[in-house]
């Protein structure tokens, strides 16, 4: 364990845990828990969250309707973070109408770039093939990921829709597949190594890619640069206390520059900033508009 790993671990969980003390399952959710995905019964564990009543099929009365979905990639750092600590912010998402599955993937510096992408592509895989069986769309799927996920979010688009990318990194990306649109939630999109220890990005790229960043790593890892016009609709958002708030309006360019759908939204204000990832304060109005706003945006695309 690294001691900037071992200091983001302690630090986020230090926060999270006051954040989220006292959260119960809401009555109106039904959970499926601790589902493998891949092999390693430790990491490769997801979620599914439904809500409990929903309206028949109409072409099948005896049956509630299939669900559209939404796929969470939790953020942390690359270092930190789990399927338990975002399970409020997933069935809150599943309380407007959606079936979400929420996911455990391999953590850095134990281990290295792609392995955590070849488990977000081994989680769209297996929602393919089984969200069906939990009551979800597979022809309507949709994903969000917040700071790190959204990272990780943009760079699984990219492999979905950039051949190009996708064949530089050797992972089993779902085929003839990509989410129909997805929210990148305060998000780092442009990967660089200033040498500065206050800049958190920069300084965990040694924990998190195997050689610490050379000139390819950075290439490969850096959302915006493979970013192509078949990228997915995207709800970009940030708020003025995020401190990567100025990674969004170059995400927005690209995406602008080449036609993308997609909606930028800052939230928050100068006198009252709200802080990196607020999104997921299940206590926060803030939090509860932005994420209607989300479903809304996804909604467009049913």
């Not at 309206?55 to 990639?73: F, G, H, K, R, Y």
């Not at 592509?121 to 990921?145: K, L, Q, R, S």
Request: glycine residues 8%; charged residues 20%; proline residues 7%.
């Amino acid at each position: 364990m690294s001691t900037m790993s071992d200091a983001v671990r302690q630090q986020f969980k230090a926060g999270d845990d006051v954040r989220d003390a006292g959260l119960v399952t809401p009555a109106s959710i039904r959970r499926f828990d601790d589902i493998a995905y891949g092999p390693d019964v430790q990491w490769q564990k997801l979620d599914v969250y439904r809500p409990k009543d929903v309206p028949a099929s109409a072409t099948s009365p005896c049956a509630p309707q299939a669900l559209p979905v939404i796929v969470s990639v939790h953020g942390g750092g690359w270092v930190y973070g789990d399927k338990e600590r975002y399970q409020w912010y997933c069935m809150d998402l599943a309380s407007r109408g959606f079936v979400v599955v929420n996911f455990t993937y391999r953590l850095a510096p134990e281990f290295k770039f792609p392995k955590s992408m070849a488990d977000t592509c081994a989680v769209f895989n297996w929602t393919i093939a089984h969200i069906a069986e939990y009551g979800g769309d597979p022809a309507h799927i949709f994903a969000v990921g917040d700071s790190a996920g959204a990272h990780m979010l943009g760079l699984f688009c990219n492999l979905c829709t950039n051949p190009v990318y996708a064949a530089q990194l050797e992972l089993d990306v779902p085929k003839g597949f990509a989410p129909l649109a997805v929210a990148l939630n305060c998000g780092a999109n442009e990967i660089k190594v200033t040498g500065d220890p206050h800049d958190l990005t920069s300084a965990l790229m040694g924990d998190f890619l195997e050689h610490g960043g050379t000139e390819r790593e950075l290439e490969l890892v850096s959302v915006g640069r493979h970013v192509t016009a078949s990228f997915p609709p995207a709800f970009v958002m940030t708020c003025d206390g995020d401190f990567l708030y100025d990674q969004a309006f170059p995400l927005v360019a690209r995406l602008r520059e080449l036609n993308v759908p997609h909606e930028l939204h800052v939230y928050g204000g100068i006198e009252e900033p709200l802080p990196h990832v607020f999104h997921c304060n299940m206590r926060s109005e803030e939090a509860r508009r932005c994420n209607d706003d989300e479903c809304r945006f996804f909604r467009r695309f049913l």
